[in-house]
C-alpha cells in the first residue's frame, strides 16, 4: 500500500459558455421615402457583435406609410418596405417591424391625453388608432415577397404592457399574427421568428400588466426594465429646471412611478430581472441613449452597466444569453458603454 502512487483525476473540462444572440434595434423613419436613422452600417453592427437588426419605427407605426385598411393595403406598404430594409440591412438577419398605430394617430392621442372623454372616445372606437387585422396580414406578405433569406422574424411595433387589459387590441388578434406568422414559416420552410419588446410598467407590481399572458403568442419577449430610463428623468428633474411645467410633470410622473429604482438601486432591478426569468421566453433588452455624451450625464454610463453587474447576482436561466439593444440611433453610444468614457470605467460585457 505504501508503494501505491497516487495519480489525481483528470479535471473536468470547463462548459463551453454558450453562444449569445444580440439584437440591436434599427431605426428608420419616413418622409416621401424611407430613410434610415441609425448613424452606422452592417459592417459596424456585426463587428461589435450583433447578430440580428429589428428595422422599426420610433412611433409604433404612427409614422409608417398606410395605403388604406385592406389587406392589399398591407401588402402594398409592406412590400415597399421590405424592399428598403432588403436593401439598407445586406450582410445580416432582419427582424422586419408590424405597425400597430395608424399613420399620424400618435400624435392625435398624446394631444387626446389630457383630455378624459376624448381618451375614452379613441379606445371605444379603437378601429380608428390601430390598423386592421387584414392589414397586418398583408404587410406580412408584402414584406416576405420582397425579401430575401436574411429576413428572419418579425416585430410587433406596439410596446404597451397593457395592449389587451387597455382595450388597444385583443388576445384574438395577437393569437391570429402569431398563427399567421407560423403559416408563413412552413410554407417559406424556414423559421420566422415573432418578437415583442414591451417596457415594465410597474415595478412595484410588476404582474400589473399582460406581459406574462402574452408571452405565449411570442418567441422572445425582450422586457424593458427602464432602469437606465429611470435615471435618466431623475436627472433631468435635478438639472433641466429651464422647461415647461408640462414637461417637468411628465419627468416626475416617471420619477415616480420608478421611485424603486432610485431608492433601492441595483436591488431593485435584481427584483424586476428576476421576474422577467418567470416568463418561459422572457430576456432582457439593454438601454442607453445618446444623454450619456452632455457633461451632467455621464454617469448614466454606470447605470447602464448595472445591467451587467446585476447579471453575477442571478442563478438559472440566464436571461441575458439571448438579448436586445436600444442605444437610440448612435452606434457610439455601445463603445462608450463598453470601452468607457468621459472618465468613466464602462462594462466591456455590455
Not at 387585422?133 to 397593457?162: A, Q
Not at 419588446?197 to 418567441?219: C, G, T, V
Request: aromatic share 18%; hydrophobic share 30%; with cysteine.
Amino acid at each position: 500500500m505504501g508503494d501505491d502512487i497516487y495519480i489525481p483525476p483528470k479535471p473536468k473540462p470547463k462548459p463551453k459558455p454558450k453562444p449569445e444572440y444580440k439584437y440591436a434595434l434599427w431605426y428608420f423613419k419616413y418622409t416621401n421615402t424611407y430613410e434610415k436613422r441609425f448613424n452606422g452600417t452592417v459592417g459596424d453592427l456585426l463587428n461589435r457583435g450583433f447578430n440580428y437588426a429589428i428595422a422599426l419605427e420610433k412611433d409604433e407605426g404612427s409614422g409608417t406609410p398606410e395605403s388604406g385598411n385592406l389587406r392589399e393595403d398591407g401588402e402594398k406598404d409592406g412590400k415597399e418596405f421590405g424592399e428598403f430594409i432588403n436593401s439598407e440591412l445586406s450582410g445580416i438577419k432582419y427582424i422586419a417591424q408590424i405597425p400597430y398605430y395608424k399613420r399620424g394617430m400618435l400624435e392625435k392621442l398624446k394631444n387626446a391625453s389630457k383630455d378624459k372623454k376624448q381618451m375614452e372616445y379613441y379606445i371605444n372606437h379603437i378601429y380608428l388608432v390601430k390598423r386592421t387585422l387584414e392589414y397586418w396580414k398583408g404587410w406580412i406578405d408584402g414584406v416576405i415577397e420582397s425579401c430575401d433569406s436574411n429576413l428572419v422574424g418579425f416585430y410587433w411595433n406596439f410596446e404597451s404592457p397593457g395592449q389587451v387589459s387597455w382595450g388597444f387590441i385583443t388576445d384574438w388578434e395577437i393569437a391570429q399574427l402569431s398563427t399567421y406568422i407560423k403559416q408563413k414559416s412552413n410554407e417559406l420552410n424556414r423559421k420566422l421568428e415573432f418578437i415583442w419588446i414591451p417596457y415594465i410598467n410597474d415595478i412595484e407590481n410588476p404582474d400589473n400588466n399582460d406581459i406574462k399572458r402574452l408571452s405565449k403568442y411570442f418567441d422572445y419577449v425582450f422586457v424593458q426594465p427602464h432602469y437606465y430610463i429611470a435615471w435618466k428623468y431623475w436627472c433631468l428633474w435635478n438639472y433641466e429646471k429651464n422647461v415647461s411645467e408640462d414637461i417637468r410633470e411628465y419627468w416626475k410622473y416617471q420619477i415616480n412611478r420608478y421611485n424603486g429604482y432610485l431608492t433601492q438601486g441595483i436591488t431593485k432591478l435584481i427584483e424586476v430581472l428576476n421576474w422577467i426569468k418567470e416568463i418561459p421566453n422572457g430576456y432582457i433588452e439593454m438601454e442607453v441613449d445618446n444623454k450619456i455624451d452632455e457633461y451632467k450625464y455621464h454617469d448614466l454610463i454606470n447605470k447602464a452597466c448595472d445591467y451587467i453587474k446585476a447579471r453575477e447576482f442571478l442563478t438559472g436561466r440566464d436571461i441575458w444569453q439571448i438579448r436586445a439593444y436600444y442605444f437610440d440611433t448612435n452606434i457610439e453610444n455601445v463603445d462608450k458603454v463598453r470601452n468607457g468614457a468621459y472618465g468613466i470605467k464602462g462594462c466591456k460585457n455590455w
